[in-house]
């Protein structure tokens, strides 16, 4: 009985009343009812941060899958995968599309279809959440405009010049490009509620600090160490044996600038150490 007083009144924190808890039961039940997200599991990344970019910008395959449920009879393959390359690089290939338009008239119609598409998109992407979970997941400059157009009201018609006028002045104003960028980021983010990195982030390939600072910007994410990993925590806890197969293994696969550029760590003494060694035998 005393376990059980010591966790309520833990609880009672956060929840001091009645409502509070009720509330806060309702919302979790509704939750359970809603679809299930979908998770992905990554292995094996040893240091491939383009890979790895990639696949966490397309969400393993899922953004183009979405794309197809959404307009398949909409748009043209060749029109879809050109949605799926500003989803997942939007400033890049916005870019090259705007340049390759003269017409100012001709790139403010792309402009305008393009955040159309996005819109109507988001909206499948982000129909499996609360509109707390999406929110939260918005970039903050963008939060209030792509609220307004995500969560739209499709029974009042009477609204839609009010939905036209935003999509309108966004442009006016040069910020449609922004507001691409950040809706991509949000279904890039939420294509995939959680993710499993399933070991081995290091060794081999030539970046794997950029794939940490990349995970580290995931909201929902958990890490199984593998063996790979466990040898370079080892090497920067200090132990003698383990840096020496840290260094070996990036001489190995031509690594040993991440050591350098990466950590800051120099290799002068090491190349001192070879020349001598050299020298001996």
Same mark, same amino acid.
């Given at each position: 009985? +005393? =376990?059980?007083?010591? %966790?309520?009144? /833990?609880?009672?924190q956060n929840f001091p009343d009645v409502a509070s808890v009720t509330t806060e039961i309702i919302n979790l039940e509704a939750i359970m009812a809603l679809p299930k997200?979908?998770? $992905?599991? /990554?292995?094996?990344? $040893?240091?491939? %941060?383009?890979? #790895?970019? $990639?696949?966490?910008?397309n969400g393993s395959g899922n953004i183009k899958e979405k794309i197809r449920e959404v307009f398949q009879n909409q748009l043209t393959k060749e029109e879809? +995968?050109?949605?799926?390359?500003?989803?997942?690089?939007?400033?890049r290939k916005l870019q090259l599309i705007l340049r390759e338009m003269v017409?100012?008239?001709?790139?403010?119609?792309?402009?305008?279809?393009?955040?159309?598409? /996005?819109?109507?998109?988001?909206?499948?992407?982000?129909?499996? %959440?609360?509109?707390s979970k999406v929110r939260k997941a918005m970039p903050q400059d963008m939060a209030y405009i792509m609220e307004e157009l995500l969560f739209k009201d499709s029974i009042l018609t009477n609204k839609e010049n009010y939905y036209r006028d935003i999509i309108e002045n966004v442009i006016q104003l +040069?910020?449609?490009?922004?507001?691409?960028?950040?809706?991509?980021?949000?279904?890039q983010e939420l #294509?995939?509620? =959680?993710? $499993?990195?399933?070991?081995?982030?290091?060794?081999?390939?030539?970046?794997p600090d950029k794939i940490i600072d990349l995970l580290m910007q995931k909201k929902s994410l958990d890490i199984q160490w593998g063996n790979h990993d466990i040898i370079w925590m080892g090497a920067a806890s200090g132990s003698k044996v383990l840096m020496a197969n840290v260094l070996r293994i990036c001489a190995r696969y031509d690594n040993l600038e991440i050591i350098e550029d990466a950590y800051g760590i120099s290799l002068?003494?090491?190349?001192?150490?070879?020349e001598k060694s050299i020298c001996l035998f």
């Amino acid at each position: 009985m +005393n =376990h059980n007083l010591k %966790y309520l009144e /833990l609880l009672s924190q956060n929840f001091p009343d009645v409502a509070s808890v009720t509330t806060e039961i309702i919302n979790l039940e509704a939750i359970m009812a809603l679809p299930k997200a979908t998770e $992905h599991f /990554l292995s094996d990344l $040893h240091g491939e %941060y383009d890979a #790895v970019s $990639h696949v966490l910008r397309n969400g393993s395959g899922n953004i183009k899958e979405k794309i197809r449920e959404v307009f398949q009879n909409q748009l043209t393959k060749e029109e879809m +995968n050109r949605l799926a390359t500003i989803i997942y690089y939007p400033e890049r290939k916005l870019q090259l599309i705007l340049r390759e338009m003269v017409d100012p008239i001709q790139q403010k119609q792309f402009l305008r279809q393009t955040i159309a598409q /996005l819109v109507e998109l988001g909206q499948f992407v982000v129909s499996k %959440y609360t509109r707390s979970k999406v929110r939260k997941a918005m970039p903050q400059d963008m939060a209030y405009i792509m609220e307004e157009l995500l969560f739209k009201d499709s029974i009042l018609t009477n609204k839609e010049n009010y939905y036209r006028d935003i999509i309108e002045n966004v442009i006016q104003l +040069n910020a449609s490009q922004r507001l691409i960028s950040a809706f991509s980021e949000l279904i890039q983010e939420l #294509v995939v509620d =959680h993710i $499993h990195i399933l070991g081995d982030i290091y060794d081999r390939g030539p970046a794997p600090d950029k794939i940490i600072d990349l995970l580290m910007q995931k909201k929902s994410l958990d890490i199984q160490w593998g063996n790979h990993d466990i040898i370079w925590m080892g090497a920067a806890s200090g132990s003698k044996v383990l840096m020496a197969n840290v260094l070996r293994i990036c001489a190995r696969y031509d690594n040993l600038e991440i050591i350098e550029d990466a950590y800051g760590i120099s290799l002068r003494p090491l190349m001192t150490f070879a020349e001598k060694s050299i020298c001996l035998f």
